[in-house]
């Protein structure tokens, strides 16, 4: 019942009784009372369907009595970034634990091509069953995109892929009667490929990207006015932007699923590894604009209050996985910066030097500040008046990861990509 699993129940919701099963306790308790905590999902959704269609569950002994099982569990990086897939491994323990003949498995989870046959049927199999004949087995890659308002799950094409091609068209029929349209691939690892293959592209594109805007920071080049002129070409070019590193439970981790597979096949896959070090680069690369801009006041990140903007990942959602602002706050602590961080959809964010919450306005983290580097660019953060918060006391230094604010007005503002690292006119300016 996570970002992936809830809006999925909820729109199954609306054809079939749904179960919607999870171990965390927390969360079952929230959906049990209506509660929502994923911004995708709201209360009225959820009140529209529980009690009635839709079930919260933690107790596993419901799921034998259902036709379709969905694995929707995290995939995440062990400590030495190789596939983590004991989450996959705990879902398959407990469904195999009851399986009957006549059920149907699918995996929703993003992992390397090859999991499903070699990880998920051999563990459903210990039931005795046979894949395929006594029960079935599919995959299909989720592929929302958490705070889209224009796709939402029902308008995002799915892809199916069955370990035969009767798996294959069963899961699509079932995703047939929720989502408008259905793409059947030839088999399971191909559909988990589909997956790798749109957050690799991502991945490339974005480190391609950032590694152009420390280029053209360098040359005096406003990398952000390139991309948008580029973009006027009518084919052959796709916009991506620069930032501070990628985010969320997608993008920074996928391409290392496909990066480990690969290798067993024996093939090194550099541009992947490539990108992934690029868009780590660019969390340093903000502590670096930020001791810059400090270094244009005389100031130096040690003793200086520097306040985070944006915790969550991405733009106008709550979700900090893997958020880049997390680095680079724990660096700035061992840096000997005090921070304050301001955030209109994260709460909080846990750091390895502790929890950091969110002040209760903008005006509240702009008090006394020294810096302040806009990571997320939240809809909000485009309005603010810099002037207005900051001016009572004193102008902090500016640090821009997104091209939040087109014109820095005389204030002091180090923009990635923008070309003005170098340009120590505009502290004069405002002085
Ligand atoms: N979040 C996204 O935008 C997104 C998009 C596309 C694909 N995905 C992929 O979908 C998968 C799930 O991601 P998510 O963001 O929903 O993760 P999540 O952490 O939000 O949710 C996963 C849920 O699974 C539960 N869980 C763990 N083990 C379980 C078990 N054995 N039985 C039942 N529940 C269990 C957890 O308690 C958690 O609530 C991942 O593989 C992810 O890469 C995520």
Known sequence: MGYVGLPLAI??????NVLGFDVNQVLINNLQHGKSYISDVSPEDIDRVLGQSFCPTTDSSKLKDCDFLIICVPTPLT?????DLSYIKGACEIISGFLNKGQFVILESTTYPGTTDEIVVPMLEVSKLKAGKDFGVAFSPERIDPGNKDYTIDKIPKVVGGINKECTKIAALLYASIISEVICVSDAKTAESVK?????????????VNELALIFENMGINCWEVIEAASTKPYGYTPFYPGPGVGGHCIPLDPLYLSYQAKRYGIMPRFIETSAEINDFMKVHVVNLIRKGLNRKN???FGSKIVIMGLAYKRNIEDVRESPSKDVIEELIALGANIAVFDPFAVSIKTDVGEFSSEASIRDAFREADCAVFMTDHDIFKKIDLFEVGVEDGLPIIIDCRNIFEKCNGYNLIGIGRGDINNTSIYEDSN
């Open 11 to 16: 729109s199954f919701a609306k054809r079939f």
């Open 79 to 83: 400590k030495d970034k190789k596939p």
């Open 196 to 208: 790798m293959v749109e957050n690799v592209f991502r991945n490339v594109n974005i480190a391609l």
């Open 299 to 301: 100031k130096k990140i």
